[in-house]
Structures are given as C-alpha cells and as structure tokens.
C-alpha cells in the first residue's frame, strides 16, 4: 500500500498534519498571559468538558496532572452530563471550565502546550513503525493502559471503531483489571495493544502482562507501544503526552484498516446515517443551558 493511495484520503491528510499543528501552536501560545489569567480567577476546581471524543480528553488530562501538588482541583464534566443535569454541576461551585470541542476552538490546559514539540517529533519518528503494525486487519482489538493511557486506551479503541464502521470489534481496559475478566474478550484473532510507561511498578506489571497475553495467545499479534516497546516511544514528558502518541497510532491503524476493507475512510457510515463526525439532531430542553 502507498502514500499515493491513502493521501485521497482526507483523514489521512489530518493525521499527518498534527505534528505540524503542534508545533504552530507550540510556538503561538501565551504562556505567561494563560498563567496570570488563570491564577486571577481564584477558582478551586478546573473542569475538563466535551462530548465523545473530547470527553476522554477531559478524562485523560486529570489523570496525567494528579502528581501535581496544590492548586485547584481536576475534574472531568462530560458536556453530555452537564447539559443533562446542570443542577447537580453548578450549585455551590465558579469552576474554570476547559472546553474540548472538534469544530469549535478549545482552550488548553495550562502549559501543556511546550510539550507538544516533543510529541511532533516523536510522532514522526515512529510513524515508519506504527505503519508496519498496522499491515494486518484483526478481528477484534483491544487496548490497554494505566492512569492518563487507560484512557487513551478508550479514545483507541472509540478511533478504530469509528474507522471500521463499528464491523469489527473494540474493547479498551487498565491494564491490571484486564486480567478480572475482560480477557475473555481475547481470541487468536485479536490484536491485543498495551500501552505502556517507563516508571516502576508500572512498566514491570506492563512487560508482565505483554508476556502474559503472548504466552496464552501465541497466534495473536501483541503490540507494545511505549519505552522500549514494539514501537519504542519515550516519554521525556511523562505519561500525560504519550497518550496522543497512542490515539495516533490506533488512528493511523484503523485508517488502514478502514482502507483494506474497501470503506469510505472519511466517512465509514455514508448511506446509513447512524453516526456522524459532529453530533446532530440533540434537542435541548427548559431548565438545560
């Protein structure tokens, strides 16, 4: 397969374009005037707000800013929930809230924009070796992580079900609760993916859990992606930025995927208008903001 077929594509197009996205923003972001604003307000809690998508960013950011001391608390407020039962959000509470939306532009978190350099290169480095993972279709896949990459792991799993048209199978868990019961999801036909860290316990329990599925499963391809992975990412900047390395590599894997078998990759669902890039035809209701 080679660029030239899958550069028709518009989603493949967006995929190769964040690095340099990063690095725009990287460049372009006011970190001192973000500061001082922020610290003006005086609030006690900042939301992580979204719908989909954007709410496992909500879920992935608290997770990789919980080792920070003091300051206000993190929170992740599904949009979806709030919009529900705004009630139950807002009394008693002036939240900062950080909005995550595809169409729209969404305010960051508070400096994480100076890692992103880091993150374009690294994303460039690896794209030779998340191409050569993604050359076989599974089955089914699962994804596996901890922390701030369990929830990378959902937003894998939700990318390559989207990509495949909801065909083949997903499933995404924290790594050690895999073992409770989910891993009968495992056939020889899956794709089990582990996302893994660099910091002990963790990395051992990962490595573990590699072997473990590799042993009991010789006919399924496992992956590793992290330091010293299958696909070796470092993590200079902690778990926090290794998460939007593991979206894109589930990304890049479903669009293959997607490609190989004969979908429209841009739009998997065209003629059944059962899911769409952005929501439509939610009714807002009294009493909702």
Not at 249 to 277: C, E, I, K
């Amino acid at each position: 397969m080679t660029d030239t077929r899958l550069a028709r594509w518009a989603t493949w197009r967006e995929i190769l374009s964040q690095p340099a996205i990063w690095r725009d923003w990287a460049e372009a972001c006011d970190f001192a005037g973000h500061r001082a604003w922020v610290a003006a307000q005086g609030v006690d809690e900042v939301w992580f707000c979204g719908a989909g998508t954007s709410a496992f960013i909500g879920d992935i950011t608290p997770a990789g800013l919980q080792r920070q001391r003091g300051g206000p608390r993190f929170r992740l407020v599904p949009s979806t929930e709030f919009v529900a039962r705004p009630q139950a959000y807002l009394q008693g509470r002036r939240p900062l809230v950080v909005s995550f939306g595809r169409p729209g532009n969404s305010p960051e978190c508070i400096g994480t924009l100076a890692a992103l350099r880091r993150a374009a290169d690294a994303f460039e480095q690896v794209l030779p070796e998340m191409r050569a993972a993604a050359s076989n279709a599974p089955a089914r896949a699962v994804f596996l992580g901890t922390g701030s990459l369990a929830f990378g792991a959902r937003e894998a799993a939700l990318k390559v079900m989207r990509l495949w048209a909801g065909r083949i199978a997903c499933l995404w868990d924290r790594a050690l609760g895999f073992r409770h019961g989910p891993k009968s999801f495992v056939t020889q036909g899956t794709r089990p993916v582990v996302f893994t860290g660099a910091e002990p316990p963790e990395a051992d329990c990962k490595r573990d859990m590699v072997a473990e599925l590799r042993a009991q499963f010789p006919q399924a391809a496992v992956t590793s992606i992290g330091p010293g992975g299958d696909i070796d990412t470092p993590q200079p900047d902690g778990p926090l930025w290794a998460a939007p390395l593991a979206v894109l590599v589930a990304q890049l894997a479903g669009l293959v995927w997607s490609d190989r078998m004969g979908l429209n990759v841009d739009d998997p669902f065209a003629g059944r208008g059962t899911l769409t890039r952005v929501v439509a035809g939610v009714k807002l209701y009294e009493g909702q903001p």
